[in-house]
């Protein structure tokens, strides 16, 4: 029989000050609406978060990971929580590595001395998978809005569009990310990076879908690591600096995207629901 608690007990984590609340619903029923997210992720009247993570049981790994916004959307990757959550596993079970399903598909954690390194699967380049409102070479889409213009496509679990500048920072992404999320051109919406590179080193900042300016997002350093690479501006290996640390990003021979990065437990808490 579930087990159905007035307070409910949850996580507080974060990769590189992109922080998440996780809840584990694998031996409990725990049902959420986007307006019940929307409260919690309240930084005034609830926890506050960037993404909320739900585990749930899975057939074919350790645990599947339901991932939302702080705006109730449901979205399918985030590599950032992807790393939290795969070190909560590999931490259970007492190993070096765990299985993750996700709605992006199977992701796998492992032990990476202090870190933890995860494989987020393919790279998808094609139009369709962005996917985009009409065909379009993702890699030079025919695309401005204000000072920025020719972004590269990527979709790594969610759709991202990478646009390389002179000063990463110099960028008003709080005026620009918004509208570029919501242009009719990203029928899914989209998140929305801006790149500086020099000496295979990429400085990143990034407006995610439904949460704004975070401090990271792996899912974007794995898009702009590709994005470089298809731009002949990196190799295959790049270290992405973001607001709130580093990450390693190595795009593998076989098309998947490895990162490895920090993964920190901030504190444990209950909430009711």
């Known amino acids: 029989m579930s087990e159905r608690a007035p307070h409910t007990p949850f996580l507080k984590m974060h990769g590189l000050g992109n922080d998440f609340v996780i809840f584990d619903a694998r031996r409990r029923t725990l049902d959420f609406d986007a307006g019940l997210v929307r409260r919690l992720a309240s930084r005034r009247r609830g926890i506050g978060f960037d993404q909320m993570v739900v585990l749930r ?3 074919n790994a350790d645990a599947f990971m339901e991932i939302w916004n702080a705006d109730g959307s449901e979205v399918a990757a985030c590599g950032n ?12 079970h007492g190993g070096d590595k765990a299985s993750i399903e996700t709605k992006a598909g199977l992701l796998s954690a492992v032990r990476a001395d202090e870190r933890i390194s995860v494989n987020m699967g393919p790279a998808r380049l094609d139009w369709q998978e962005i996917p985009l409102a009409h065909a379009a070479d993702t ?6 809005m204000g000072m920025l213009d020719d972004p590269v496509a990527v979709n ?3 759709p991202h569009a990478v646009f390389f500048v002179e000063d990463a920072d110099a960028v008003p992404l709080q005026d620009l990310g918004p509208q570029i999320e919501t242009d009719p051109l990203f029928p899914e919406r989209v998140n929305v990076s801006v790149a500086t ?8 900042r990034v407006w995610e ?3 704004g300016i975070t401090e990271a997002c792996g899912t974007a350093a794995c898009a702009a690591t590709v994005a470089a690479f298809r731009r002949g501006l990196t190799d295959r290996h790049a270290t ?5 640390g580093t990450l390693e990003i190595v795009w593998l021979p076989d098309g998947s995207v490895q990162m490895t990065g920090d993964a920190v437990l901030s504190y444990a808490g209950e909430v009711a629901l």
């Open 139 to 144: 890699l030079h889409i025919p695309y401005a």
């Open 240 to 244: 992405v600096e973001l607001d709130g």
């Open 57 to 59: 049981p899975s057939a």
């Open 156 to 158: 790594m679990g969610n």
């Open 197 to 204: 590179v020099k000496d295979g080193h990429i400085r990143l």
């Open 81 to 92: 929580a992807t790393r939290c959550v795969g070190k909560l596993l590999i931490a259970e």
């Open 209 to 211: 879908r439904g949460a």
